[in-house]
């Protein structure tokens, strides 16, 4: 075989690999939980129970938080996104709280969330909230300080946000529920990881379909990578079979629920419990390994089926399965793609280079993050699996960060949308401000990743972003006495 | 009677007009339909998220979809 073809297929085998270890490891457990609960989140929260906190009179630190839950809470597709932004612009608190919007949206919503935290890290995750939400709500700060003159003039306009409207209780109970589910499922605790029984089932042979598995997509464990075993391969199997079924089950769900409906669902649970117990495959037979997991899963499942059953109205079930379907449908294919593509080009991508750029917590490495992040565009959620392979080539844990904060809120694409609704100049220093910001957070997380004390490091923040808000109130309030006074003044 | 389908193209607007134009029918209403796509003009509702359902100039929902039993009280209410 020529070398240039062979060269092909070892790259054609490693994006396959890639692709399979991630569909059987990451996907089931941490992302189908999750689209569940951003389609529960569109479907069933009404938007009014968030906005209305988004009015012109709502003082800031009640404004700034909203704008921040609302990103986490209502945006989990760009059809909300942009409508949202420009309503909290125009109609609502003004430009400080829409960009704190915008910034977190992307960050913050579950699925990027979810996603992030199994993939990567809940260490990641985890710094990956709250340093969105301070500088979200600084920027947003610093953008209504630098332009507040342009924004006092929407004050003006009428309040559209006084729209009442509550948070039923069992949207409550039912959106806990699924996230119990997602955390029975990734959670990583003893109670939950061991093994409790131990069923054998006869089947012979798995573990040579196991071996034969493991020689298909070889993987270098030093290397980070993943093999696909037995368990992945009939979990694979049975993604494909509720694809399948959901496209007429969920899909068509909106105009009643139908036969392959009821089957996609059962499938979908059979997966679940597939997904979260042990299988261990030997000569001898099949070890499942009946895990915490499991009934942790398990008894989240029932509870949910009880509650939306009991509680619920079939509409309002059939609309939440229905914009699940569509955030899959929307977001999954790409993702697949993306995965694919990751898994040849780290083949490409030499240790060195990374190691050399971003191997260290310097600011030229958190840079180098966010300049790629700023110019690369990839759709939504594809950035993790981007991020986990600079992470297994060697890229520190800062520099990383950065490349996290910066990639999903700026694009080309969000640039041009920003910059149609308030204009060049503010579009451009936000982009300014979300570099810096970024660039900033990379800096604090690779310090802390290296050893500099949580609480020291917590103190800066804290104290940052007090002399923020104390300098940003001082302003405003001389601001008011200026506009107030002089009524026979010049403006 | 214009009814106004608010929405830059996302599969929620497509079946807003779908449920509408049901409605329509089902309620025996003669009715124009409008699909406005453009943000800005989108934004000259008090609008908060797509899709938005206008009926006679009158925003009657946003950021949802209605059952098709709303939509016909609210088309005979127009009437």
């Known amino acids: 075989m020529p070398e240039a073809l062979q060269y092909a297929v070892y790259l054609l085998q490693s994006g396959l690999g890639n692709l399979a270890s991630y569909l059987a490891a990451h996907v089931l457990l941490c992302l189908l939980p999750a689209f569940f609960i951003a389609g529960a989140l569109t ?75 199994v993939a990567i ?51 409550l109970i039912f959106l806990l ?52 075993s037995a368990q992945g391969a009939i979990l694979i199997g049975l993604l494909a079979l509720m694809g399948l079924t959901a496209w007429r089950g969920l899909g068509k769900v909106d105009e009643g629920f139908n036969r392959w409906t009821w089957v996609s669902l059962g499938l979908i649970a059979l997966t679940f419990l597939t997904a979260a117990v042990g299988m261990v495959p030997h000569a001898g037979g099949l070890d499942i390994l009946l895990t915490g997991k499991m009934f942790g899963v398990a008894l989240s499942m029932v509870a949910i089926a009880l509650v939306a059953w009991k509680a619920f109205d079939p509409y309002d079930i059939q609309e939440w399965l229905w914009e699940t379907w569509r955030f899959v449908r929307q977001i999954f294919p790409l993702l697949i793609v993306g995965v694919f593509v990751v898994g040849m080009v780290r083949r490409v991508i030499r240790p060195e280079w990374i190691q050399a750029l971003a191997g260290r917590n310097t600011f030229l490495g958190a840079f180098a993050g966010v300049f790629f992040g700023v110019f690369m565009y990839f759709p939504t959620l594809v950035e993790v699996p981007i991020a986990k392979m600079f992470l297994d080539l060697g890229m520190h844990r800062g520099p990383l960060l950065a490349y996290l904060m910066a990639d999903p809120e700026l694009s080309l694409q969000s640039i041009l949308i920003t910059s149609k609704i308030i204009g060049p100049k503010k579009a451009w220093t936000y982009v300014a401000l979300v570099a810096l910001f ?54 | 009677m214009e009814i106004k389908i608010l929405g830059t193209g996302c599969p929620n607007c497509q079946r807003l007009e779908r449920v ?46 209605p059952r098709k039993e709303e939509i016909i009280a609210w088309l005979k209410e127009a009437q």
């Open chain 1, 43 to 117: 479907a069933l929260v009404p938007k009014e129970a968030v906005t209305r906190f988004l009015g012109r009179n709502t003082p800031k630190y009640i404004s700034y938080p909203a704008a921040a839950l609302a990103g986490s809470v209502l945006a989990v597709c760009s059809c909300t996104i942009v409508p949202l932004f420009a309503g909290i612009y125009r109609k609502g608190a003004g430009l400080g709280p829409a960009m704190t919007f915008l910034f977190f949206a992307p960050a913050g919503n579950i699925l990027a969330l979810a996603y992030t935290g």
């Open chain 1, 121 to 171: 890290g809940g260490d990641i995750a985890l710094a990956r909230i709250i340093l969105s939400v301070t500088f979200g709500i600084g920027i947003g700060m610093i953008m209504a300080l630098i332009f507040r003159k342009d924004d006092a003039q929407h004050d003006l306009e009428t309040n559209g946000m006084d729209v009442k409207a509550t948070l039923h209780r069992k949207t």
């Open chain 1, 177 to 228: 529920l699924l996230v119990a589910l997602l955390i029975a499922g990734t959670l990583k605790v003893g109670l939950l990881t061991n093994s409790y029984a131990t069923i054998t089932l006869p089947i012979s042979g798995m573990d040579r379909f196991q071996s034969f598995l493991y020689q298909l997509v070889p993987f270098d464990g030093a290397k980070g990578e993943e093999g696909v």
């Open chain 1, 438 to 491: 970024s660039t900033l957070s990379g800096l604090i997380y690779g310090a802390w990743v290296d050893g500099a004390s949580a609480w020291v490091l917590l103190a800066y923040l804290a104290a940052a972003i007090g002399a923020l808000a104390l300098a940003l109130t001082v302003i405003d309030r001389r601001n008011r006495r200026v506009a107030t006074a002089p009524a026979h003044g010049t403006e």
């Open chain 2, 20 to 65: 509408a134009r049901e409605a329509a029918q089902d309620a025996g209403i003669q009715a124009e339909f409008v699909k406005v796509t453009d943000i800005q003009d989108i934004m000259a509702y008090p609008i908060l998220g797509t899709p938005g359902l206008v009926i006679n100039e009158v925003l009657k929902s946003s950021g949802r979809i």
